[in-house]
């Protein structure tokens, strides 16, 4: 007898995609069939992965070209955007529509970070590039890693960082043992762990 699991709709992550990867590390965050929004620029590549879309974000390409490489896609949104205004027209595209969280496939640069964090308030949010980051919007993390497990971390002010269970090195954080990691914040943080 399997098990079968059940989730609400809009209770699973949904996906945003703004940089295309392998299909094997995106396949994953599929498992709960999420809401999946792309940018038209990559489009292409991820029509190629044969999954459902429900958003495209229009910048570049006509709506008549489009419509066609998305036909079989209907019924789906076409939010139409400026290359400046993605992130923005996308988060609040997820946030009216009542999705809680996002992972958001995009390259991990300083812009994105901020982009990002400027809707904390309003969505929990995952990133993967080259690592899998996560958005601690209370600013307190508590969690059980082994000893010697790598983590980044990305604040708006490093010094109002507290942690303990974790050391600094070379720029990267470390398990000093295995057990619980405490991060301590007053505002939120960002904390990577490797990609599995």
């Not at 958003?55 to 949104?77: G, S, W």
């Not at 295995?178 to 904390?191: E, K, L, M, N, Q």
Request: aromatic letters at 10%; one cysteine or more; glycine letters at 6%.
């Amino acid at each position: 007898m399997s098990s079968h699991h059940f989730v609400k709709e809009g209770q699973e992550p949904a996906l945003f995609i703004l940089e295309a990867r392998a299909f094997k590390y995106v396949e994953p965050l599929l498992e709960w069939v999420p809401l999946v929004m792309v940018t038209d620029a990559i489009l292409d590549e991820v029509l190629e992965w044969g999954i459902k879309i429900d958003a495209v974000l229009q910048c570049e390409t006509t709506t008549n070209a489009l419509e066609k490489k998305v036909a079989d896609q209907f019924p789906l949104e076409i939010l139409p955007c400026k290359n400046a205004d993605i992130v923005r027209t996308g988060m609040e595209f997820l946030i009216q529509n009542g999705i809680a969280s996002v992972n958001v496939i995009s390259p991990s640069t300083e812009e994105f970070f901020e982009r990002l964090t400027e809707f904390s308030p309003h969505i929990q949010m995952g990133l993967f590039s080259d690592k899998r980051w996560s958005l601690i919007r209370t600013g307190k993390l508590e969690k059980w890693m082994p000893c010697g497990h790598q983590v980044w971390l990305r604040s708006t002010d490093e010094a109002l960082l507290h942690t303990k269970g974790i050391f600094e090195k070379n720029g990267n954080w470390e398990t000093v043992e295995s057990g619980i990691v405490t991060i301590d914040s007053a505002a939120p943080f960002w904390i990577g762990e490797p990609l599995k």
